[in-house]
């Protein structure tokens, strides 16, 4: 309990760190306004990471796909302020592969209200589809990270192939924010909005998801994780819960990247490819899967890492440092970030002082 109590003020802690963003930007402190929209961007890669948490940190599935989700939700977001941009009427690229009129699955994305369900619920109903037959058949481990790669190929290529669509392999791109521009000076006021809006979207979600976690349920997953022959045995349906968290990670993927849209400006099938979904895998893993704070460290860390060593005379090699903190996280920290601080270092304080009164 007392270390739940401690992440809550990490998190608490963190949180103000980031809201004093636009503050210190607006007084001068911070120069670089495309730093606090890359920040917002980590905010939806946060929230992303928190639904991959979900399920491989609670639940024991490692899922190798969750860019399809992370995607689609962006793809969803990117059609609706496309069509606010055009007025409702076909975009160059539809133009140009000759069409006349709006496409029939363009025409809900006109409406913010049925954009915003169809963002939640065509990946809630793809992963609960997909989850269900998956997991009734009891296919776990590396057949499940198999299964979830191939899918995200077959996702990929699709929105290749479907170029009329989608613009193929250059995706939705110049778009605004749902509050207008966000570039410039003088759009500050809706990079603010914005920039609040989705910190407080990851706050609510990460509450929701250590209120979960705490519960009932929230055991029974670790239980999984820890056990799952031994808790099918004590009568749990093991394949319900695995679905039900399954589909819950997609959703929070699918709001991460409809987030992500707003502060990048565009969605490409890249975000969906398998490289994207192992990203998310790798935050979770630096910052500390099972603890939901992990997570959103993790996120933050290796895409401010990413930001900051991707130009410059690191620009060829920071790649491999970012693979080199993985395995070094993998190899000797296995609560990542977290457990270090949480676990290992109090536990080497622990022995220290035993052996010193010894």
Known sequence: MRKTGYKHIVFA???IAVASMPILLSNGVIKSNPLVVFTGKCVAFAIAAIGVDL?????GILSLGHGIYFALGGYGMAMYLKLQATGGRITEFMHTGGMTELPLIWRPFQSLPIALILMIAVPAVLA???????FKKRVKGVYFSIISQALTWAAYSMFIALSPYTNGNVGITEIQSLFGSIRG??????MFALFYAALA???LVYALCSWLISTKFGKTLEAIRDGENRTYFSGYRVSRYKNFVYVLSAILAAIGGAIFVNFNGSITPSQMTIAYSINLVVWVAIGGRGSIIGAVLGAFLVNMCEYNLSSGGLAETWQFIIGGLFCVTILFFRRGIIGLFTEQIPNMLKSSR????G
Not at 55 to 59: M, V
Not at 128 to 134: A, D
Not at 185 to 190: A, H
Not at 354 to 357: H, N, T
């Open 354 to 357: 035993e052996r010193g009164r």
């Open 185 to 190: 000076p003088k759009n500050q006021g809706n």
């Open 55 to 59: 399920i491989w940190g609670f639940t």
């Open 13 to 15: 802690i963190f949180a």
């Open 128 to 134: 609960g589809v997909l989850g269900y037959f998956i």
């Open 201 to 203: 979207a990851l706050i």
